[in-house]
């Protein structure tokens, strides 16, 4: 009977042993593997920064929408493209009355424009059309037509 309680006791002290064993080789190999994954998600921040720097530089360039928004005294977005025909309309956001005045030449010459009011100007001639607001200058914009 002892000697059986012996080797029951052996038994179990081994398979303890080989647990204990296992689970170090178990949490290094996690260590292994988690080792790797950190540089992995370096890598990929780095490119989708590297993605996401010249995805802003273009937006702040020019958009391809019809629609500019004037708020807090600037159009938003200020430079946009559009392909010839196209019908582009600024709404004033602000309370304050904006004006779409070409700076020269045949372009936009809108009223001016009350909080809510819109003013669409059809770009029927191919080239680059600057305009700006009558009483603010400084807001200005600009709309490509291809
Ligand atoms: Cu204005």
Same mark, same amino acid.
């Given at each position: 009977?002892?000697?059986?309680?012996?080797?029951?006791?052996?038994?179990?002290?081994?398979?303890?042993?080989?647990?204990?064993?296992?689970?170090?080789?178990?949490?290094?190999?996690? &260590?292994? +593997?988690?080792?790797?994954?950190?540089?992995?998600?370096? %890598?990929?921040? /780095?490119?989708? !920064?590297?993605? $996401? *720097?010249?995805?802003?530089?273009?937006?702040?360039?020019?958009?391809?929408?019809?629609?500019?928004?004037?708020?807090?005294?600037?159009?938003?977005?200020? &430079?946009? +493209?559009?392909?010839?025909?196209?019908?582009?309309?600024? %709404?004033?956001? /602000?309370?304050? !009355?904006?004006? $779409? *005045?070409?700076?020269?030449?045949?372009?936009?010459?809108?009223?001016?424009?009350?909080?809510?009011?819109?003013?669409?100007?059809?770009?029927?001639?191919?080239?680059?059309?600057?305009?700006?607001?009558?009483?603010?200058?400084?807001?200005?914009?600009?709309?490509?037509?291809?």
């Amino acid at each position: 009977m002892r000697k059986a309680v012996i080797a029951v006791v052996v038994l179990i002290v081994i398979l303890a042993g080989a647990a204990y064993w296992l689970t170090n080789m178990n949490k290094s190999n996690n &260590n292994t +593997t988690n080792t790797p994954a950190p540089t992995n998600m370096e %890598t990929d921040k /780095d490119m989708d !920064g590297d993605e $996401v *720097t010249p995805t802003d530089e273009s937006n702040s360039q020019t958009q391809k929408t019809n629609e500019v928004t004037i708020q807090n005294f600037a159009f938003s977005p200020a &430079n946009i +493209t559009v392909k010839k025909g196209t019908k582009v309309t600024w %709404t004033n956001q /602000d309370s304050v !009355g904006h004006t $779409v *005045t070409a700076d020269s030449g045949d372009g936009p010459n809108s009223q001016l424009l009350n909080q809510g009011q819109s003013y669409t100007f059809t770009f029927d001639t191919v080239g680059t059309f600057k305009y700006h607001c009558q009483p603010h200058p400084k807001m200005t914009g600009t709309v490509v037509v291809e």
